[in-house]
């Protein structure tokens, strides 16, 4: 194959890829939403205190969506 069809190809996979991840979080986050909703709770109305007065929601959301984003569990065939 030539460097143009490579090209083409990495591409299309690359366009692939994306559209898989952002679905993947699109559900992650459906899944998680109780976390999000507490952070979010907690978050209110707070500017820089969000930081450590949110850190265990904060945590806890970011666990749960790690859980369902990581890499090493999802096997994407491209």
């Known amino acids: ?9 990495n591409h299309v996979k690359k366009k692939v890829e994306e559209a898989l991840r952002s679905k993947m979080k699109q559900k992650a986050l459906k899944e998680c939403d109780r976390y999000t909703a507490k952070y979010a709770e907690c978050a ?10 949110c850190r265990q929601q904060a945590k806890e ?6 859980q369902l984003c990581s890499d090493s569990d999802h096997i994407i065939l491209l």
């Open 61 to 66: 959301l970011n666990d749960c969506l790690h």
């Open 44 to 53: 209110s109305g707070k500017t820089l205190s969000v930081v450590w007065r």
């Open 1 to 9: 194959m030539g460097y143009i069809q490579d090209a083409r190809e």
